[in-house]
């Protein structure tokens, strides 16, 4: 764990993320700069932020209170920044990993891609990512501008295509190819469990009765779950063990509410909420801590990002999702008067080829330049007068 000390302090107690110990540190002329040395150092610490005016638009007014955890000010723009840095840290630990050697090959829905590529950039790995071919045009430009080699995969076959191109890709490597594999690394809730959950519960000062989250991997809502429920297999205590947390699913893709309800197979139609309906039901998610599974239409996402947009908060078909959940589970009687907090996992620039953008895409397109006033003259707004 990092422990920045201040030299405006001369002690500073710091509270663990499971264990609940505290270290007492003392410092002597320490510098005070906050200075991060490379791009994975800003990963986490997040904020989050009252969602108020969701709560008034929708007509939820039972003193019930909802904040949105902006995982979309990562330093690559979501909650799977944790996750890539995760990962290959562990594997670095682990040595596993070599520099000049080894290839990270990791089927992606994009943004856990565009994680991983920064890191392999930061550190110098070639990485090499499979994707289904529905993901937005957007996600494929950061990962190829960030040096990633990118393979697409039939958009029927959804994300197991894509594992099924990566494990393809790694049998042609030789032994040099490393698989990370999000959907069953421990290393993917361990990340939430020792940095998102700790930040929520610090946060909200410990008030907190509902969390909300969309499930890709598992790992957020996992994670976050054993921190603040407790989990002795993690030597968390429970800090909240009446704690709703909330997954989030298409309504088109309803697997976890299959899993759920007992049965291994759900309806698997195609859906517009990239980021979460994967296709399956991931390792890493523990279905025992999750108390409800709400499946919301990508309609009802899509109109959900629209309000989120309109009070000035860009955000991701995703977070549409995982807000409309959270807007449904607080207008019950049984949520007045409680706190919620949801994920908002990603920006929302990376969506604008996503269909609920087509109009603005048109709108944009449509524009017309207008004539200046003759002559025009650059150094009365303050510019530099043009060279000839």
């Known amino acids: 764990m990092l422990l920045k000390a201040f030299a405006s302090s001369s002690r500073r107690h710091v509270l663990s993320s499971c264990t609940q110990k505290t270290w007492s540190v003392t410092s002597v002329a320490v510098r005070s700069l906050n200075v991060a040395s490379r791009p994975s150092e800003l990963i986490g610490n997040t904020p989050l932020l009252d969602l108020q005016p969701l709560l008034d638009q929708h007509g ?11 995982e979309s000010l990562g330093p690559c723009s979501s909650v799977k920044d944790r996750l890539g840095r995760s990962m290959i840290d562990d594997a670095e630990a ?11 090959v990791e089927p992606t829905s994009g943004n856990t891609g565009i994680a991983l590529a920064f890191i392999a950039r930061e550190r110098g790995y070639r990485c090499i990512l499979t994707m289904p071919e529905t993901m937005s045009v957007e996600r494929r430009m950061m990962l190829l501008a960030l040096g990633c080699e990118v393979v697409l995969t ?24 490393i698989m990370l594999q999000q959907f069953e690394n421990p290393a993917n809730p361990k990340i939430h469990r020792e940095t998102t959950g700790p930040e929520i519960w610090r946060d909200t000062d410990g008030q907190l009765d509902i969390f909300v989250s969309g499930v890709g991997t598992g790992g957020t809502v996992t994670g976050v779950s054993q921190y603040i429920k407790g989990s002795p297999e993690h030597d968390c205590p429970p800090l909240q063990p009446n704690l709703m947390t909330v997954a989030v699913e298409p309504m088109e893709q309803m697997l976890l509410t299959a899993a759920k309800g007992g049965d291994k197979i759900g309806p698997q139609g195609p859906h517009k909420i990239q980021g979460m309906g994967a296709g399956l039901v991931p390792k890493v998610l523990d279905l025992s801590l999750i ?21 000035g908060l860009p ?15 607080l207008q019950r009687p049984e949520s007045a008067n409680k706190t919620a907090v949801c994920i908002i996992p990603s920006f929302g620039e990376r969506y604008f080829t996503h269909p609920m953008f087509a109009s603005t ?19 009365e707004y303050g510019f530099a007068t043009p060279r000839g």
């Open 60 to 70: 939820v007014d039972n003193g019930s209170k909802l904040y949105g955890k902006l």
């Open 94 to 104: 682990r040595g596993i990993l070599k520099k000049g050697e080894s290839v990270l």
């Open 154 to 177: 039939p958009k029927e076959t959804a994300v197991p295509g894509a594992l099924a191109k990566a494990h393809e890709i790694l049998e042609q490597l030789d032994g040099k190819g």
């Open 291 to 311: 108390d409800e599974v709400v499946p919301i239409h990508s309609d009802n996402a899509m109109s959900v990002t629209h309000d989120l947009w309109m009070t």
């Open 315 to 329: 955000v991701g078909v995703s977070s549409g999702a995982i807000v409309a959940a959270s807007l449904e589970v």
């Open 361 to 379: 895409k048109e709108a944009a397109e449509a524009l017309v330049k207008q004539p200046l006033p003759e002559p025009f003259d650059n150094t």
